[in-house]
Structure formats: C-alpha cells, structure tokens
C-alpha cells in the first residue's frame, strides 16, 4: 500500500522528506521508505490500531414479545484486545449477560473451533447451534472442492464475468439482453464474482434467504427445507450425466453429513431444529421425516419434559390450565379441532398430555390473502388455546436459524470505522453502533 494511501497518512502531513503529526504539536518524523515509526507513534502516543485490524465481539438478543412480534436488539459490539480464545470469548459473553440480568436459552454462533469451545464454557448460554448458512455453505465448497469439473467451470465463468466487468461496450449489450427478456424485479440485477470469506457468492443458495433474517421465524424452517432439497438433489442422479451424478450425490452427502440427518444420527441428538419445526404450526405434522420411525415419539417426549420443567419451574405444580374453546370474533379463524364431538361449549381443564395431543391434531387454516401461515399470528390468536405449549413456541421460534444479523453489524462497524475517524476509540465506536441499532 502506498504512503498516501496508508490510514496513518490520515494523521499526518507530508513536508519534503518528512511527516509531520497533525495530532502533535509539531512532532516530526524522517521519512526511510516505511510507516514502521509513525505507526509505533499513532500506537504508543495516541493509542491509536488500523480500524480493519481491530476485533469485535457482537451480541445480539433475539425474542419474541407479548404480542407475539419477534424484536432483535444489540446488546453490545465490543473490541477484543486479547486473543480470540474460547475462554476469552466466554468470559465476555458471560460478563455481558450478567451486566444485563440475563441468562440466554440458546445461541446461535458462527462454527469457527474457539466460538463452540467458548459456548461450551460460557455459563449465561444453556444451549447453541451452529450457523445453519455456514454449514451449508461449507458442505457446498467441500462439494467443489472435490469436483475438478466443478472448479473448472466456475473458473471459467469467473473469467467471463471479469471480462464483462472490463469492458464497458460488453457491460452495455449485457444490460441491454436483460433489460429485454428478464421481468421486472430482475433488471438491476448484476454479474458478480465471489467473495471468499462471504456466505453464498460462490454458488447462489436461494434457500438461505429464508434463514438469514431478524423479523420472521427462521429455525423452524430448516430442517423442512433441507430434507425437501436433498430429495430434489438426490432424484438428479436419475436422468443426469455421470459427473452430474457423482457432484449431486457428493452435496447430498456433505449437506447430511453437517446436519446430521442420517437415521441413525439423527435418532441419537434431538436437534434444537426439529422442536422448533414441531412447535411451528406450518410444520407441526412433521410429513418431512415421516420414513424415520420414532422422531415424532422424541420430540413429543422431550416437549412433554420441557413443559415438565417449565412448570415446576414456575411453581404451579402441575396444576391444569383453564382452556377456552371460543375465540373472539374480531379474530380471523387460523385453526380448526378435530374432536370426538363430546366436548361441551364451556371451557374445560387439560393435562399436559391433552394439549400436547390437541395441538398435534389441530388443522392450520391459510389466510385467505397470502394463502400461508404466519406461525407468529396464528400463536397470537391461539395462544390461550395451548397456553403451555405456547411458552416453548416462544422460546424456540425467536431463536434465529443463523447470524447473519451478527455479520450485518460487523458491515457496519467497518462503514464507521473509516481511516478519516481513526481517533475514533473502539469503545465509543461500540456506543454509537448501540444507540444507531436500538433507535
């Protein structure tokens, strides 16, 4: 990098052979082919670290509210001047949390080897998942990694698309092409290249769209979408090529092997992911792993000892709820009970296995708009129906399937921390991001 170009050059001015600190009451430095000594100065003097060089820790609390609207505020994004260690990280979690009051029912971390260990250690976190984009975007490189035909091909597409960028007069015929035969919402799109250390700019998942944001439910949605990929993944090995085969039969695997979903895995860990899928009223019949005998028995055994626990927890010793079989009127119709025809008008008390089994056989009914269910608003109006039940949907709904939000804050972080605030200290850095994220 040049001089002029350096972030130190931010703080000083050149004079002939000599810079001088704009900091500094004329403090001079003689120039000798390097910023080794104006460095040690911005450092040693003014406490000074390249803003791109300087680590942060973001937190970011996720949940669900009394209304049943999904809130996400940050909690802090604070530098890290130790080493990025497990115990390190877990000190600051910790520290965070205790600041806060708070104790943190899961986690959702990028699967880098010091984060898991830092979860492990961490005592405010009760559980974690790792980033479900990271996953499937490490399963995707491994898979072209392995194929040479695959690395050839996007090498050459690379090069196509340089080649396009290069040329103006090219760039022009290829806005035109599109402005003409793509629709609408598809005319600012543009040719991009990838970006090593960005999720999804290798090959485009479209499916992670549905796991990266903070305002909808996104963990329930995983496991569903996953399992419907690899049946469309592994039925290409029926009609395509040999090397189409061996590519497709890879990704199935890798994407299997990240997220556990062979049998005899998959029935040995009941994954945070399949609760929340139970709990979500898109997905509660489970018809995406009906060919595995007994996942529907676990979760229902670990719901049944989760409530279990929420209600000794609470005190009411297993005291029944009053249910109210009458909803509102003003409230649209979002369900519909499948009963025996005994049951009278007025309201009747449950145990927990009554709920349990009334909100297994509960029909979802679409709104009549969109033609979907948004878990949110149909918990919203039934909540009084499965009161139980609906402390656990709050829980595991608002537990984000990725931190993608965590990654957008670090974007941020590096649009604040330009070389033309450099005085800027990271702590004051982490206020004004906090005020910005919580307005």
Known sequence: MSADKSWVWAHFEKKEQKAVCKLCTNKEFLLSGGN????????????????????????????????????????????????????????????TADSYGLNFFCATVDNAANMLSAMDKAMSVSYYIGCCAHLLDLAVKETQQSSTIFEAVLKKVHGLIRSFKKSETLANELRKFRNKVLPDKDKKLELQLPVSTRWNTQVIMNITDLFEGDTYVSMSAVYPTLFSQLVKIRSISSFQSSEGRILAAALADNISSRFCTDDSVFLGQMSLNMIASFLDPRFKPLRFVSTIPDVEDNIIATIMSELEKIEEAAGEDNRPNTVEREVSAKKPKLYELETDGNDQDMPHRLSLEEEVSRYRTVKVVADQVTNDVEPLVWWKHNESLFPRIARLARRYLGIPATSATAERIFSRMGLLLRENRMSLLPENANSILFCHLND
């Open 36 to 95: 080794g000594s104006l460095i040690y100065h911005l450092k040693s003097t003014h406490k000074m670290n390249d803003p791109k060089s300087q680590g942060f820790l973001t937190i970011n609390a996720h949940y669900i509210d009394s209304e049943w609207v999904l809130k996400t505020h940050n909690l802090c994004t604070i530098p890290m001047y130790e080493r990025h260690t497990g115990d390190v990280l877990a000190r600051l979690i910790d520290g």
